[in-house]
């Protein structure tokens, strides 16, 4: 894979479809593809997967107005998503978004956790952090080994079946014990308008 300059894609051609052709990613000299180039130096596997899936359904579709379910997740990831290791309390708390225990009761498990950050738009915003800065985690489709979450396991995780499911759990990231000094004040997690409860007619697979 190889960084080229960001017009380099022929005109009418789809960004993820030149990739995908010619193994060359264009890139603006902005913070932005500067991100998105970081995680395909982290993540070749990953980011190759997504990108054939990309072309797929463009091949199929064509460049539509609005993406279809599985174009829509596989942005959603791309752009903002991240891969969870953590013990198992962790996940319940984070799947019911229950922020309390997720960030107070439980907050000495998150010794024990590894978050990662995949997407390079929400990279890019933590440059300049804000409260409401949220990322997506990935919910894997049936059980994983926790401490696999490396790149291969990352990319063998990708199908396409499961993320048009949009396999996805809200995670507040500045909530994250260590993320903000903030938030060592535990009134941090007051804020209603950030750690939203889940509604009832949500429902969130088994990690």
Same mark, same amino acid.
């Given at each position: 894979? /190889?960084?080229?300059? %960001?017009? !380099?894609?022929?005109?009418?051609?789809?960004?993820?479809?030149?990739? #995908? /052709?010619?193994?060359?990613?264009?890139?603006?000299?902005?913070? #932005?593809?500067?991100?998105? %180039?970081?995680?395909?130096?982290?993540?070749?596997? !990953?980011?190759?997967?997504?990108?054939?899936?990309?072309? +797929?359904?463009?091949?199929?579709? $064509?460049?539509?107005?609005?993406? %279809?379910?599985? @174009?829509?997740?596989?942005?959603?990831?791309?752009?903002?998503?991240?891969?969870?290791?953590?013990? $198992?309390?962790?996940?319940?708390?984070?799947?019911? /978004?229950?922020?309390?225990?997720?960030?107070?009761?439980? /907050?000495?498990?998150?010794?024990?956790?590894?978050?990662?950050?995949? $997407?390079?738009?929400?990279?890019?915003?933590?440059?300049?952090? @804000?409260?409401?800065?949220?990322? #997506?985690?990935?919910? &894997?489709?049936?059980?994983?080994?926790?401490?696999?979450?490396?790149?291969?396991?990352?990319?063998?995780?990708? #199908?396409?079946?499961?993320?048009?499911?949009?396999?996805?759990?809200?995670?507040?990231?500045? $909530?994250?014990? %260590?993320?903000?000094?903030?938030?060592?004040?535990? &009134?941090?997690?007051?804020? !209603?308008?950030?750690? @939203?409860?889940?509604?009832? +007619?949500? @429902?969130?697979?088994?990690?």
């Amino acid at each position: 894979m /190889r960084f080229v300059p %960001g017009d !380099s894609a022929a005109p009418g051609e789809a960004y993820e479809a030149f990739i #995908h /052709r010619t193994a060359c990613v264009p890139t603006r000299d902005n913070l #932005h593809d500067f991100f998105n %180039g970081l995680v395909w130096l982290h993540c070749p596997l !990953s980011k190759r997967r997504l990108n054939e899936l990309q072309a +797929a359904e463009i091949a199929r579709d $064509g460049i539509c107005a609005t993406r %279809g379910p599985l @174009r829509d997740a596989l942005t959603l990831f791309d752009e903002n998503g991240a891969v969870l290791d953590a013990p $198992g309390p962790l996940w319940h708390a984070l799947l019911a /978004r229950d922020w309390q225990a997720l960030f107070v009761t439980h /907050r000495s498990l998150w010794r024990e956790a590894r978050l990662l950050v995949f $997407g390079h738009a929400l990279l890019e915003k933590l440059t300049a952090p @804000r409260k409401a800065a949220t990322a #997506h985690v990935l919910i &894997s489709a049936g059980e994983m080994n926790p401490s696999a979450w490396d790149d291969a396991t990352i990319a063998a995780s990708l #199908h396409p079946a499961h993320l048009a499911t949009k396999p996805f759990t809200p995670l507040p990231v500045l $909530g994250v014990p %260590g993320w903000c000094v903030q938030n060592e004040n535990f &009134s941090f997690y007051d804020d !209603s308008e950030v750690f @939203r409860p889940r509604r009832d +007619a949500e @429902r969130s697979p088994n990690p």
